[in-house]
């Protein structure tokens, strides 16, 4: 079982609407938690990065949000837009390791 | 731009050929990955270098070698491949190991 789950596996939803994606991790000890965005055909791109002192952080339309004691982080999308459509990828630092979730695929339609 | 760039960016191969991959980052990054990422599974960490030291070797199977000449460039050398090693070969860099990565666009890979 990966240390890092992610959930839905995809989503769609229409363009405007508002979205959150869920991990849950069992990784410990916890140093770091950071969401990434990949489009299709590109690598991925970092969003945001949350130390274990940081319940929310933000970075445009994009927020994390982050509950160390229940171990899980969600990602909010605001009045998403076509570009958003992408897969969003949870990783979990315990220190000088990374955990990948397999990510969500959100498809955002007009 | 992400200031890692990956050449090819597709690859399509034999199992008898030999071929590699190659990663350059103009980031002045110290600490360089590959990663294999194949669909719906998390990213799987295949090698680290940290200033052209390799740091980890996940358990990765001898018909990948990867090659650090310097700081801005990473090799992963392919021989002999199997059908099951057809994915998207990622290669990142960071600042120092384990800061927070900048990746490149991918190769993608099929193994005929």
């Known amino acids: 079982k990966n240390q890092v789950e992610q959930s839905p596996q995809s989503l769609i939803i229409l363009e405007g609407k508002n979205c959150t994606l869920q991990c849950n991790y069992t990784v410990s000890p916890f140093s770091n938690l950071r969401w990434y965005k990949q489009d299709t055909g590109r690598g991925p791109v970092s969003l945001t990065i949350?130390?274990?002192?940081?319940n929310t952080k933000s970075n445009g339309r994009y927020t994390a949000t982050l509950d160390a004691d229940t171990k899980q982080s969600s990602l909010h999308i605001t009045a998403s837009q076509l570009s958003d459509s992408a897969s969003y990828i949870c990783v979990v630092s315990p220190g000088n390791d990374m955990r990948f979730g397999a990510g969500t695929r959100l498809t955002v339609k007009p | 731009e992400t200031g890692v760039t990956q050449t090819p960016r597709h690859l399509v191969m034999g199992m008898t050929n030999k071929k590699s991959l190659k990663c350059e980052q103009h980031?002045?990054?110290?600490?360089m990955y590959w990663y294999k990422q194949s669909a719906k599974k998390p990213l799987e960490l295949m090698f680290v270098y940290s200033l052209e030291e390799r740091v980890e070797n996940n358990s990765v199977p001898s018909r990948f070698s990867p090659e650090c000449p310097n700081s801005s460039h990473l090799f992963l050398h392919l021989h002999t491949l199997q059908p099951e090693d057809s994915a998207l070969y990622l290669c990142?860099?960071?600042?120092?190991?384990?800061?927070?990565?900048?990746f490149g666009d991918g190769t993608r890979l099929s193994i005929l």
């Open positions: 949350m130390t274990f002192s940081e």
């Open positions: 990142a860099s960071s600042q120092q190991f384990n800061q927070p990565q900048h």
């Open positions: 980031l002045g990054h110290n600490a």
